[in-house]
């Protein structure tokens, strides 16, 4: 009785993670638009969607901001590391509705020289911008998140940037997310920002944590 017990449960522990793989596999895809191969998985509940790669010629561009999988829209919130080592892009918009530029995103594009960042991220993940030694302009657009996280060495290494103006959202960083930026000579804040401060361009954090 009690092997049959034992082989019964197997079975069934057998069973329920066959179903989890499949359960994976039908929920995670990759659709193409334009030039951008966007991917949509599953996690915790609900959807993730984020840009997976990029298939154009470079120069200035304009991430998507939906994408269609078995005829349900979905929103794209995310830019995973489609751009690492890219050496073709010169200027990036990403439009308002992103939420998380992920780690490595942009590191190592070489002829990047500005990025758009929209009100709505909330994460810049750690080397989203690293090395990227052309990058002289970084824009922020109003705030329409709440708050905004830096994480380490996100724009490490841009040697050609000589001035940033943080969003007033701006709330928490991780370690020094602008070292190796040598020419850098201004950094500010935007009106309103409560949880950091500057003075002689060196940043201090003022919320207390």
């Known amino acids: ?11 069934m522990c057998s069973a329920v993670m066959l179903m989890g793989i499949s359960i994976v596999g039908v929920n995670a895809a990759t659709v193409e638009v334009g030039d951008f191969t966007i991917d949509r998985s599953y996690s915790y509940g609900s959807y993730t969607t984020k840009v997976k790669s990029y ?4 120069g200035d561009i304009v991430l998507p901001t939906e994408a269609e999988f078995s005829g349900t829209t979905y929103t794209i919130t995310e830019v995973g590391s489609a751009f690492k080592d890219n050496d073709t892009i010169t200027g990036v918009t990403v439009p308002e509705g992103y ?28 080397s989203a911008f690293l090395g990227c030694t052309a990058l002289d302009t970084v824009d922020f657009a109003e705030d329409t998140a709440s708050s905004l996280t830096i994480n380490a060495g996100a724009f490490a290494n841009c040697t050609s940037l000589t001035a940033i103006k943080l969003p007033a959202r701006f709330s ?8 190796g930026c040598d020419a850098l000579t201004s950094i500010t804040l935007k ?8 003075s002689d361009n060196i940043l201090y954090n003022v919320s207390g944590d």
């Open 55 to 58: 298939n154009g010629k470079g």
């Open 172 to 179: 928490s960083t991780r370690y020094n997310f602008l070292y």
């Open 191 to 198: 009106e309103g920002a409560q949880n950091f401060a500057v």
């Open 99 to 126: 939420t998380n530029i992920g780690t490595e995103a942009f590191s190592g594009c070489t002829a990047l020289k500005k990025a758009v960042i929209p009100g709505s991220v909330d994460t810049i993940s750690s």
């Open 1 to 11: 009785m009690k092997n049959l017990f034992k082989k019964a449960m197997i079975t």
